[in-house]
């Protein structure tokens, strides 16, 4: 019994425990090794699902980019070509950034109708009411103007359109506007105002060939001025607004693109425009609209109850500027992104000489609305705003024959009688208000 036990524990034949104890390491290790391999093979499987998933995905997200796009195409681009095309000897092509903007519909139209070739962009923002800009962009339209709906932030488009046509000039308008809207949301007018312009002036300076850059700036630059008339060789160091800092740093962008690129640029500094088809975050449009609507209007005073006063300039006045300065644009001298020679940087201001306080602006409404206006006089909050605004426009009127020819008075009668039309008002019987001629009368 003793022998079997010990036969058992103990074989007689050395190293069998030895190779069985291997044996089964072997099986074990095979064991491990055949799942570790299963698990390899299901990991790599994994991730090659994973990946052909993010693939079609992307590819589902390309695709419904591109056909949800609003340009692109051969329809689009055949559009684009048809209302570039020139119709006057020696007619320039034009893209209009910011065509269905109050100045951009103006300028477009003004080019359009003595047979430049146009072209829009525009996105239709929210910042004002777009069923106007939707009503401006339709109006080009009937003069054969066509507007892309786009980005001027939007690299993609801005090469598509350089590629589609040579335009020889820009005229940069798009922007984001407004004083007080900056202090609800600074993020648009970096977006616009700077990263939209950079963008801009990226596509200008690799196009072949390079136009010619007419811009925006303003006489929000001059800020806490008060050297008066404003001179354009006045310091622009001191912006009261964020709007103003962003057209500031606008003017130093676009001088650097002239002195390393060679593009040709005008800033243009525009002193409160007016006029139909205006923009109704302007005091003069939503006076107007307030006082045929019964509504309060609110009329800020500066310190010691100094009333403020615009240098207000009629549109047509504005147009005359821009078109004169596309005229007398001097080519760019780059070619490829590389400046071939100094090219032309120049800075006009472009209003009107005549400020005119903002209680002679309501009462000209006043007379022209056959309305009494209820009016709440407050002092001017820290927002931005300035109290003054005052050009001098001698270098414009010399080098580009610039002379405003509209007084506040005969502006504002235009801009009524436009206002009345678009928005669907006549005189109350007895002249004395005006009311609404049908209930579908366009709001604001």
């Not at 829009?120 to 401006?136: Q, V």
């Not at 130093?252 to 002193?271: A, K, V």
């Not at 760019?332 to 602006?361: C, D, E, F």
């Amino acid at each position: 019994m003793m022998r079997l036990m010990e036969a058992e524990l103990f074989p007689s034949t050395p190293g069998k425990v030895k190779i069985e104890r291997a044996h089964t390491i072997n099986r074990q290790f095979n064991r491990c090794f055949a799942s570790t391999s299963t698990m390899f093979l299901w990991a790599l499987f994994l991730i090659a699902l994973t990946a052909s998933y993010l693939s079609f995905q992307s590819f589902v997200d390309t695709s419904s980019r591109y056909f949800n796009a609003s340009w692109g195409g051969m329809h689009w681009e055949k559009q684009i070509r048809a209302s570039a095309t020139v119709r006057r000897p020696g007619g320039m092509s034009v893209l209009v950034t910011g065509a269905a903007g109050f100045v951009g519909t103006h300028v477009s139209l003004a080019l359009r109708k003595r047979g430049d070739g146009v072209v829009g962009l525009d996105n239709f923002n929210s910042y004002y009411d777009p069923s106007l800009k939707k009503a401006r962009e339709a109006l080009l339209e009937s003069h054969g103007v066509f507007v892309v709906e786009g980005d001027i932030d939007d690299a993609r488009l801005l090469a598509k359109l350089f590629d589609v046509v040579p335009f020889t000039h820009v005229m940069h308008l798009a922007a984001q506007a407004g004083v007080r809207y900056a202090i609800e949301n600074p993020a648009s007018y970096v977006h616009s105002n700077i990263a939209g312009l950079v963008t801009l002036l990226e596509a200008c300076k690799s196009a072949d060939p390079q136009p010619a850059v007419v811009w925006a700036s303003s006489s929000s630059v001059y800020g806490l001025n008060e050297k008066a008339p404003f001179s354009e060789a006045d310091r622009t160091d001191r912006p009261a607004s964020l709007y103003a800092a962003t057209k500031k740093a606008g003017e130093e962008i676009t001088h650097t693109y002239n002195h390393i690129y060679g593009l040709s640029i005008t800033g243009l500094r525009f002193f409160t425009v007016y006029g139909p088809w205006g923009r109704p975050d302007m005091a003069y449009f939503s006076f107007t609209r307030n006082i045929l609507q019964g509504k309060p209007i609110t009329v800020y005073r500066g310190k010691n109850r100094v009333d403020l006063a615009r240098d207000f300039t009629f549109i047509d006045d504005i147009v005359k500027g821009c078109v004169a300065s596309l005229d007398t644009a001097e080519k760019s001298t780059g070619s490829g992104g590389r400046k071939g020679s100094p090219a032309q940087y120049r800075i006009y201001n472009l209003g009107n000489t005549s400020p005119v306080t903002v209680p002679a602006l309501v009462g000209i409404l006043e007379r022209h609305l056959k309305v009494k206006a209820k009016k709440n006089v407050v002092e001017m909050p820290g927002n931005g705003d300035v109290p003054f605004t005052h050009a001098n426009i001698s270098l414009a009127r010399a080098e580009l024959g610039y002379k405003p020819t509209t007084n506040l008075e005969t502006g504002l009668k235009k801009f009524v009688r436009w206002y009345l039309s678009y928005y669907g008002y006549s005189p109350r019987s007895g002249g004395s208000a005006a009311e609404a001629t049908t209930g579908s009368a366009k709001s604001l």
